[in-house]
């Protein structure tokens, strides 16, 4: 999945327009929002949605919901970051976000996300 992320940074899944979203890289739109794909605002309103209403209680099944969205950690992160500044949610610790952090550590105890 980072190898289409790393080829598409919009979409990550194709090499032309697909989502007919008109998205110039060089000429950026004044309004920041219409600088993003359709498919990583969506994604970012139902993870939103979804953390405020509970859906998802931890880091794991946050980790669990991106991968199987077809988005990155680091898409996740910008938005717990922008919930957690705007006092909409808290937590303790670091979020683990990546598949080292999440699944391979049997140990570890997911964070657990609190909503403000």
Same mark, same amino acid.
């Given at each position: 999945m980072k190898?289409?992320?790393?080829?598409?940074?919009?979409?990550?899944?194709?090499?032309?327009?697909?989502?007919?979203?008109?998205?110039?890289?060089?000429?950026? *739109?004044?309004?920041?929002?219409?600088?993003? *794909?359709?498919?990583?605002?969506?994604?970012?309103?139902?993870?939103?949605?979804?953390?405020?209403?509970?859906?998802?209680? *931890?880091?794991?099944?946050?980790?669990?919901?991106?991968?199987?969205s077809g988005f990155l950690g680091s898409h996740t992160r910008s938005v717990l970051k922008a919930m957690k500044k705007s006092k909409k949610i808290k937590y303790k610790g670091r979020l683990a976000l990546t598949y080292s952090g999440v699944m391979k550590d049997s140990s570890r105890k997911p964070v657990q996300i609190e909503i403000v």
């Amino acid at each position: 999945m980072k190898v289409c992320w790393d080829k598409d940074k919009l979409r990550g899944q194709a090499n032309f327009d697909i989502d007919k979203d008109h998205i110039q890289i060089a000429e950026p *739109s004044l309004f920041p929002q219409f600088n993003k *794909s359709k498919k990583l605002r969506l994604f970012e309103d139902d993870l939103k949605q979804k953390v405020l209403n509970q859906n998802l209680k *931890s880091d794991k099944e946050i980790y669990i919901h991106t991968i199987t969205s077809g988005f990155l950690g680091s898409h996740t992160r910008s938005v717990l970051k922008a919930m957690k500044k705007s006092k909409k949610i808290k937590y303790k610790g670091r979020l683990a976000l990546t598949y080292s952090g999440v699944m391979k550590d049997s140990s570890r105890k997911p964070v657990q996300i609190e909503i403000v």
